[in-house]
């Protein structure tokens, strides 16, 4: 049997993902990687977690062992309520308001689904997430980039697009703008007050939605947290995800979608053609965590954890960085990742093979390109090496980047 000749359109799309090539050799004891951004293991509440899940299975098991609703726990939306209440300040959300999908990574999945179609336009930041990249694509909608600068995206930028599609009759087209706007994955920036405000006033004004992607929002190091750009233009502009992946732990696989209820039913109907349900198990345990736990409380010492990982990188690039010329990079105020861009003639891609032979890994920015395009920048990762580790790591970094200059 030929594959190729059964494969539908999107089967044949399919391309493995390149941070998993390329980090295929990141796996050895010599090796110092910078980059996947899982958590630290170390924040995990493994003892607390552990209890709980025998509580629930021994006491709950018609609950937590049967089906659940596609909708999700009644008990953790009570939780989740409290808990976005408390970290966005936003008041009044009904429970068909939200709906719990398996991780975030399923909420871009499911607004792909709901919202993209082939001629669709779907604004995106440049650089991106490379997961919303691989989701959205699956609809194969035409991407528009929005390039992304120290206080988040080049809303100038988009505002001009906006303009000229609109002048060809297309904005009609233009599903979504999909942005993190905290501590962005991967270029490690915030987005402005104002510029909040600038993109929730442009999106009124074309009546686009906007996907707001916050994942990293509670892992805060300095500075005051900045609105929610849910919080300031409410459901009718605005979807917001957020996740447990990294402020509990991505083994739960808990992610959740808040939005106008009439877009949330659109989810949960596809949500049941995909899955049915998340599993009532791990819902569960996360309910009955945030009931016995206060978790702004408890994600504290692994926001110290990051904090000092996080000071230790940028130490280090200070130090030894001051040797490449030109070479900027972005000192987040919470997060996982620091964005480096080297100098014009760089190609970070072109540059791994003296990384590989060096055993230091980090991700080019190309991966976070739609058209693969080639990239001056990297993303590093300072959540899981040790720190004397990251010290060493940035040492070799250097090396890379000197040899690699002198070709
Ligand atoms: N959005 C962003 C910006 C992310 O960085 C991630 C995880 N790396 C996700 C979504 C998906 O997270 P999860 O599915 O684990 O909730």
């Not at 991780?103 to 871009?108: D, I, N, R, T, V």
């Not at 060809?168 to 510029?195: D, Q, R």
């Not at 405000?197 to 916050?214: A, H, S, V």
């Not at 070799?396 to 690699?404: A, C, K, S």
Request: charged share 25%; hydrophobic share 40%; net charge negative.
């Amino acid at each position: 049997m030929s594959l190729e000749d059964k494969l539908s359109e999107v089967g044949r799309n399919l391309r493995s993902s390149i941070i998993r090539e390329l980090l295929k050799f990141a796996a050895s004891p010599e090796a110092i990687s910078f980059g996947g951004g899982v958590p630290d293991p170390n924040t995990f509440p493994r003892h607390e977690l552990a209890e709980i899940a025998k509580e629930v299975i021994e006491q709950d098991y018609s609950y937590t062992l049967q089906y659940n609703t596609t909708e999700g726990d009644d008990l953790l939306a009570q939780e989740m309520s409290k808990l976005l209440t408390r970290i966005y300040g936003i008041e009044g959300i009904q429970r068909d308001q939200m709906l719990f999908t398996t991780g975030s990574q399923q909420a871009l999945d499911l607004m792909a689904r709901i919202f993209l179609d082939k001629d669709s336009i779907c604004f995106m930041e440049f650089p991106a997430y490379l997961g919303a990249v691989s989701a959205f694509r699956m609809s194969f909608p035409r991407f528009e980039t929005v390039p992304v600068e120290d206080d988040g995206m080049d809303v100038d930028y988009l505002e001009r697009r906006l303009k000229e599609i609109d002048a060809k009759g297309e904005i009609c087209k233009v599903k979504f703008i999909y942005t993190v706007p905290n501590f962005h994955n991967p270029a490690s920036v915030t987005m402005s007050l104002e510029k909040r405000k600038r993109l929730i006033e442009i999106c009124n004004r074309y009546d686009i939605l906007i996907l707001e992607d916050d994942p990293y929002g509670m892992l805060r190091f300095s500075g005051e947290p900045k609105p929610s750009l849910y919080k300031l233009a409410g459901p009718d502009r605005v979807v917001l995800l957020n996740t447990f992946s990294k402020v509990l732990t991505p083994g739960l696989r808990i992610g959740v979608i808040l939005g106008r209820s009439d877009i949330v039913r659109r989810a949960t109907m596809a949500k049941q053609a995909m899955d049915l349900c998340c599993p009532s198990l791990t819902q569960r345990i996360a309910a009955r965590y945030l009931n016995r736990y206060d978790i702004v409380e408890q994600i504290k010492p692994g926001i110290e954890l990051y904090r000092s990982k996080k000071d230790t990188m940028i130490k280090a690039l200070n130090q030894d960085f001051s040797v490449i010329e030109g070479a900027k990079w972005i000192d987040p105020e919470g997060g996982l990742f620091v964005w480096i861009t080297l100098p014009q003639g760089f190609d970070t891609i072109g540059m791994f093979d003296v990384a590989k032979s060096k055993n230091v890994y980090y991700i080019p920015g190309e991966a976070f390109s739609i058209e693969k395009t080639p990239s001056t920048s990297m993303r590093l990762s300072f959540c899981l090496p040790p720190e004397e580790k990251i010290v060493e790591g940035i040492r070799r970094l250097r090396d890379v980047i000197v040899e690699y200059g002198k070709q």
